[in-house]
């Protein structure tokens, strides 16, 4: 139980809160005509050019 309150609740802590802030930046984003750009269909780190 210790173990519980000691270590583990402030993780959640933390996750709960970094759940919280993103949705707003998303919602604050989105009120100002803010789009992220969309990602690449494939990847140049897993398909390389080059393989060695």
């Known amino acids: ?3 519980f309150i000691g270590i ?3 993780w959640l802590l933390i996750a709960v809160l970094d759940r919280i802030a993103e949705s ?3 919602a604050e984003l989105v009120a100002l005509g803010v789009t992220a ?10 398909h390389p050019d080059r393989p060695y």
């Open 1 to 3: 139980m210790a173990f």
């Open 8 to 10: 583990a609740c402030p």
């Open 24 to 26: 707003r930046r998303s």
């Open 37 to 46: 750009p969309t990602p690449p269909a494939s990847s140049a780190y897993l």
